[in-house]
């Protein structure tokens, strides 16, 4: 019986800052959601500084840091200004992923089969200044192989496709985008990066992903700060964190009473 390690859970809490500015005002605070996530079990905060600004802001990121003790996964795009936020504030992790200013959330991977000497080229001061860089891809191996050359040692894979096609009922899909995750994340890991998961992951989506032995991390946010209208964020989260840990120790062959 082999026992696969703890799978670490990242909270996303973009979506509280989404509600806050729908109104303006300072609640309900990002920064309360993090130190409240932490409380719950989560092992990271994940918050991602659009250049439009259109949910967290630059005084967010420094009260997130302010508050937790956990690290905080700042997701930006490959731009100038993000990339000197992130030298000044300089946190644990840095995911760079793709942005454009009409999409209503991050709608796929980062290009790097096009890109790789420019991101290669991004990514190396930050690298330099001890952020742990990670780059949020498709699982397709034509990025998995370019992303090999760039030197950073995370891969966020984008499960997207797979959560989609299962919470619709498409079920030839579902299977294919499961294929796609599970080789890629294998390929990923030969090639000697972390691999993590992530985008719309739902209580009905995270056992299949948890259970593969090469994934790491997930990083969750939309669906769970939507649970917590209904349930709370602290439920919400723990809810997420047991059905993760159960889908390791069943990967693992241990009975789950």
Request: proline residues 4%; aromatic residues 4%.
């Amino acid at each position: 019986m082999n026992t696969l390690s703890r799978l670490r859970l990242g909270i996303n809490i973009d979506h509280v800052a989404t509600v806050r500015n729908a109104r303006g005002g300072d609640t309900p605070d990002p920064a309360r959601a993090a130190k409240l996530a932490q409380a719950a079990g989560a092992d990271g905060i994940t918050a991602h500084l659009r250049e439009d600004r259109r949910h967290i802001t630059d005084s967010d990121i420094e009260a997130i840091l302010d508050v937790i003790d956990i690290p905080l996964n700042f997701e930006m795009a490959a731009t100038d200004e993000m990339q000197q936020i992130a030298l000044r504030h300089k946190p644990h992790a840095v995911c760079i992923v793709p942005e454009k200013r009409e999409e209503r959330t991050t709608e796929g991977g980062l290009e790097v089969a096009r890109e790789a000497n420019r991101i290669a080229h991004f990514i190396a001061p930050l690298k330099d200044a001890g952020c742990r860089v990670s780059i949020f891809i498709a699982a397709e191996r034509r990025q998995i192989e370019a992303a090999a050359q760039i030197g950073a040692p995370v891969v966020e894979l984008h499960a997207g496709a797979y959560c989609d096609a299962l919470a619709e009922g498409r079920v030839e899909d579902r299977d294919r985008e499961f294929a796609k995750l599970k080789d890629m994340a294998t390929l990923a890991l030969d090639l000697g990066w972390e691999v993590q998961a992530g985008h719309g992951i739902t209580f009905d989506s995270v056992k299949p992903i948890a259970a593969l032995p090469e994934v790491m991390e997930l990083n969750i946010g939309h669906f769970l700060i939507g649970e917590a209208i209904f349930s709370g964020l602290d439920s919400s989260i723990r809810r997420m964190r047991a059905l993760m840990d159960e889908a390791r120790q069943e990967a693992s062959g241990v009975s789950v009473a």
